[in-house]
């Protein structure tokens, strides 16, 4: 009996940390997609968005290579439920503020709460044994939830609303982890490495997806005001649930790939795919419009049908990266916050290569560039293909040596 009791202890425990990586997920992706939109609607420019998102990123960096050392050092509860005691409240503050230092506040502490929470987990299940796609995987699903539930929310209620029922996503989700016992201790005698020697022992597999997420970071910064835009002019039913739906899409084929393929792919092959349909995916954005005009139905809906090769190639390369870098080293905690210091890295990047780019766009006078936003399109086809060259340059050819 004991010793069934001793087996199903550890089981239960991993569902609930994932069950907290769903809300968490759920919470944040809530808060995330309508961030634009909802600067926008108190008034902000194009401008005054992208320096938030690159605020809010820097943030989110910082966070992330702080939290994944001294997980790796320590015990990672407390840092998990702190970065989501931090999260809640950036995200309920949401519904509250409208000035300037208000919103910088909102996108200074979410981004510290944020960035501290996932190496936290994924660090929790590596001292515990376990594989990180189950997590990976449950976020994602999170993902699509969330962003569905969220558009629905503010099309009966408000935005507002929407902003504090995530805020009570996160503090769910931190009850969860609150209710379970520390995991293992960290091997005695224990020596983390460096950040950087973590990160010069990994770096291929960190630059190419440096380049990626930069490019793909120019269109998230605006996406809510993007996706919005390609509704103008058209009879859509329920805006912010279609909204929502676009994002669910994406969460749940993300989902379906990380519980599947992902799982089981060897990670290379699982990268390797990841970034050439990015690739293809980012470039067939280009057409959303003029398929939406040739069809007579909104470009919203043609954007939503995007979004299934979307979540097949990020579902791909976000695992397998996280499975590479954080299944195979004695430090899973900093591996994984290097993962977040390079998601938020690329996200000051890409809004400030964005934001130059679209000014110049603007004074150059180049019309179609400017259209829903293909300027980040372009720029994020840019990106996908040089991390898809990088990557098969040098880790590819690792591999074909080592075998």
């Not at 969220?150 to 929407?162: K, P, T, W």
């Not at 049908?305 to 590479?324: D, H, M, N, V």
């Amino acid at each position: 009996m004991a010793r069934g009791h001793e087996c199903y202890a550890p089981a239960f425990g991993l569902m609930l940390r994932r069950f907290a990586r769903f809300f968490d997920a759920a919470a944040w992706f809530s808060g995330w997609i309508w961030a634009s939109l909802w600067m926008a609607e108190l008034g902000y420019s194009t401008s005054f968005i992208f320096a938030m998102a690159i605020f809010h990123s820097l943030c989110l960096a910082i966070a992330s290579i702080i939290s994944g050392r001294m997980v790796d050092l320590y015990q990672p509860k407390w840092i998990a439920i702190g970065g989501l005691t931090l999260a809640a409240f950036a995200i309920g503050l949401q519904a509250y503020v409208t000035s300037v230092a208000g919103i910088a506040l909102t996108r200074l502490i979410g981004g510290f709460g944020h960035g501290a929470t996932m190496p936290a987990l994924v660090a929790w299940l590596r001292r515990d044994g376990e594989a990180v796609s189950g997590l990976a995987a449950s976020g994602q699903l999170g993902w699509a939830v969330g962003a569905l539930s969220a558009g629905a929310v503010i099309d009966v209620f408000s935005l507002n609303q929407m902003f504090l029922c995530a805020a009570a996503l996160n503090v769910l989700a931190l009850l969860l982890l609150f209710l379970q016992p520390q995991p293992a201790a960290a091997a005695p005698g224990h020596k983390a490495r460096s950040p950087w020697r973590v990160f010069k022992g990994l770096q291929w597999y960190y630059i190419p997806f440096f380049s990626r997420q930069a490019g793909a970071h120019t269109l998230w910064a605006v996406w809510g005001v993007l996706l919005a835009g390609l509704a103008v002019g058209h009879d859509v039913w329920a805006l912010n649930t279609v909204i929502g739906m676009v994002q669910a899409v994406n969460g749940l084929v993300q989902f379906v790939v990380g519980v599947t393929i992902a799982k089981t792919w060897d990670p290379h092959r699982s990268i390797r795919w990841g970034y050439w349909v990015s690739l293809a995916t980012f470039i067939g954005f280009l057409t959303t419009r003029p398929i939406g005009e040739w069809l007579d139905i909104s470009p919203l809906y043609v954007m939503l049908i995007w979004q299934a090769p979307l979540g097949l190639g990020f579902g791909l390369l976000y695992i397998g990266t996280l499975r590479a870098v954080a299944e195979t080293g004695d430090e899973p905690g900093t591996a994984t916050g290097l993962i977040g210091t390079t998601l938020s890295g690329s996200a000051i990047f890409g809004p400030a290569i964005g934001l130059g780019f679209y000014a110049l766009s603007k004074s150059a006078g180049w019309e179609w560039l400017l259209v829903d936003h293909r300027t980040s399109m372009v720029l994020a086809i840019i990106g996908s293909l040089i991390g898809a060259v990088l990557f098969q340059r040098n880790i590819s050819g690792e591999v074909r040596e080592s075998e």
